[in-house]
């Protein structure tokens, strides 16, 4: 349990060293439905961070939890620009 406290805290702090750069992101839906999205970690809370997106004009935010960096259902990759 000790193990898994650890490693979401290296999460977070990996997390917080981002906020704000460009970023490529790809989320699994389940049923392997993959979606991939550009965007950035606008802010990062205790439990939760949050993404802004902007596909085909239009912004979203989503939320997801460091225990979804955790179990690879949010893969975070920096983008070349």
């Known amino acids: 349990m000790r193990e898994i406290v650890r490693q979401i805290d290296e999460v977070k702090k990996r997390v ?21 999205f550009d965007g950035y970690i606008e802010s990062a809370y205790p ?10 004009g239009e912004e979203s935010l989503q939320s997801y939890s460091y225990n979804d960096i955790l179990t690879r259902n949010v893969r975070i990759k920096k983008t070349d620009i």
């Open 47 to 56: 439990a939760i961070f949050t993404i802004r997106t902007e596909e085909e």
């Open 16 to 36: 917080g060293l981002i906020i704000g750069q460009p970023l490529s992101f790809e989320i699994n839906r389940g049923r392997n439905k993959f979606v991939r």
